[in-house]
């Protein structure tokens, strides 16, 4: 028994073990030994020492020739994650998983308050360099963003669906968003035009002209990792300012990945580094709130943190840009084209594994057509099991939940549901796999106004409402806090457009005869109430990016003043 100690402490030293489950595994194995023959083989201690080499050779997927494409993006074993005209990063060290497998991609290695210090003296300064350059040279800069993109859209839209967890479909198309706002973003560089307005005094001209702002912070979310800094960076930039880029902790790689697309542009126009990258934690995101060289700051996130960030901004005077939860309805009145509001409705409702924030959250159905449709998407729902996957796989139409706090979440609200009178029609458990993989589910039973149906839970729960009319249907969905994504499916003009007028739906987006989920970059993105208020992506929405001046010129030689005033 004097043996135990010294050679499980051999065993400890064979490693530093990075499978703690396979070592503790060995360790109960060997105790067991010991106990029996009151010794540890030599050969048992070499074999752990093999397994484990083995076990650690395969741990990060960066090394595995079948992931080629994470090389091919510039990421090794360990990654810097700040980049500021050079890459750094002292921060803590954390590990990216892919949550389909719950394997190590790579590391990275974060920044901290003081390298974020420096990203922010980087990006100020460069700001009074790229501001002075005409308009249509920085369109020119964000074109060859663009075409840099174009290259590397497969490879990116890869890592997007490593990392996150959504299909290979959906990553590539948010990579393909990237581009498409790139796009829009150079012909913006010429026409982004203020007014000549008519002046009611003699001689006088009235002009707006619009200017940047400065250094324009972005914090985004983990489930569009690219595409959201896409949105804002593109029009940032076009219109003169610089950027800072916080990506969400759990997406690194993609953050660190882009921004070396972007940069490198930038390096081969030999420009000053208007965009910097700062991956860390609170401390960091707290930092470029409160800051108030961050002139806007663009927040993606939950409500209960947006509500802070807006508080703190607003602070100190601030521009803030949120884009912050949704409960979003599918209305299916009783003369809707059920076929496609039954493909809009499995595709709103399980997309991204219900991980949008426009993802479907509630389907409220005219009583007329109620248990037909609810018998028809139960079939769609059992089938999709069949495509559940990991989402490099071509044939997968159903990957995981980001990480195991979703699947907690998801656990959670399914009892509270349950426990308010709901029915699972279909799904409600988690799927015994590597992963964080959930049933899509149904839920019905529950009436408009449950507590439960009122929150938004970011997994593909949706619950069912069976609704008497329009009027009604309408009513439940502007019940909820949030106010950003609806549709109405109907074949009645008379009921589209009672549906977009002051009467109809409260929400940002408002759609007929389509998804709530998804949008695209032509119409600005962004809702109301507690979604934030924010717009992002088309229209006018690079009207948030820049400041308003309004200028009267004079060119008479008399001084009258404005409503005949006359001061003697």
């Known amino acids: 028994m004097k043996q135990l100690p010294d050679q499980l402490s051999q065993l400890d030293q064979i490693s530093l073990l990075e499978d703690r489950e396979y070592k503790q595994e060995t360790r109960k194995s060997m105790i067991s030994t010991v106990l029996r023959t009151g010794a540890v083989r030599g050969d048992q201690i070499a074999k752990g020492l093999r397994i484990n080499t083995l076990r650690m050779a395969s741990t990060y997927l960066v090394e595995n020739s079948k992931y080629s494409f994470l090389k091919d993006l510039g990421l090794g074993k360990v990654n810097s994650g700040v980049f500021n005209g050079e890459w750094t990063g002292t921060g803590e060290v954390i590990k990216s998983i892919d949550p389909a ?60 669906s490593l990392e996150m967890g959504k299909i290979m ?70 219109v003169g300012n610089s950027v800072l880029w916080k990506g969400a902790p759990s997406t690194p790689l993609v953050s660190i990945a882009t921004t070396k697309i972007v940069t490198d542009v930038l390096k081969r126009n030999n420009l000053p580094p208007v965009v910097t990258l700062c991956q860390g934690g609170t401390d960091v995101g707290k930092k470029m709130v409160a800051d108030e060289r961050v002139k806007l700051l663009s927040f993606t996130g939950s409500t209960a943190v947006g509500r802070e960030v807006g508080v703190e901004v607003q602070r100190r005077f601030g521009k803030f840009l949120l884009e912050l939860g949704g409960n979003n ?70 990957g995981p939940l980001h990480n195991q706090q979703a699947v907690d979440n998801y656990k959670k609200t399914l009892a509270e549901a349950v426990k308010l009178g709901g029915k699972v029609e279909c799904g409600g458990k988690v799927i015994e796999r590597p992963g964080f993989f959930v049933e899509p589910t149904i839920i019905t039973n ?64 408002v759609n ?14 962004g809702g109301e109430k507690h979604t934030g208020g924010g717009r992002e992506s088309g229209s006018d929405a690079w009207k948030q990016y820049v400041r308003r001046s309004t200028i009267t010129v004079n060119h008479s030689p008399d001084l009258p003043l404005a409503q005949g005033l006359v001061f003697e």
């Open 101 to 160: 497998s719950g394997d190590v991609i790579a590391e990275v290695k974060t920044g901290t308050v003081a390298e974020l210090e420096k990203c922010l003296q980087v990006g100020t300064s460069a700001y009074h360099q790229w501001k002075n350059l005409p308009a249509p040279y920085r369109g020119e800069i964000v074109r060859q963003i663009g075409d840099e993109l174009r290259k590397y859209r497969e490879p990116l839209g890869k890592l997007v």
């Open 169 to 238: 479909a959906e990553g590539v198309g948010e990579v393909q968003e990237f581009v498409d706002i790139c796009d829009y973003a150079v012909g913006l560089s010429r026409m982004f035009a203020g007014q000549i307005l008519p002046s009611e005094r003699a001689k006088h001209t009235i002009i707006e002209k619009w200017n940047p702002l400065g250094l324009v912070g972005v914090i985004s979310a983990f489930n569009f990792p690219c595409a959201v800094f896409g949105w804002n960076t593109a029009i940032a930039l076009a």
């Open 329 to 398: 309805a599918l209305i299916i009145n009783d003369d809707a084209p059920t076929d496609m509001a039954l493909d809009a409705a499995f595709f709103g409702c399980i997309g991204t594994a219900g991980q949008r924030c426009t993802s479907t959250r509630r389907l409220i159905i005219h009583e007329k057509l109620y248990d037909e449709f609810v018998t028809k998407l139960v079939k769609r729902y059992n089938n999709l099991l069949k495509r559940v996957g990991h989402p490099l796989e071509e044939s997968t139409l159903y």
């Open 446 to 509: 529950l009436p408009h106004n449950s507590p439960v149906v009122h929150k938004e839970t970011f997994a593909p729960i949706v619950y069912i409402l069976k609704a008497k009319n329009l009027n009604e249907a309408i009513e439940w969905n502007n019940e909820v806090d949030h106010g950003l994504s609806s549709s109405l499916f109907t074949t009645n003009i008379g009921s589209a457009f009672q549906w977009i007028g002051e009467g109809g739906s409260d929400c940002g987006i």
């Open 512 to 525: 007929i005869n389509t998804s709530p989920s998804g949008a695209e970059i032509g119409g600005a993105f």
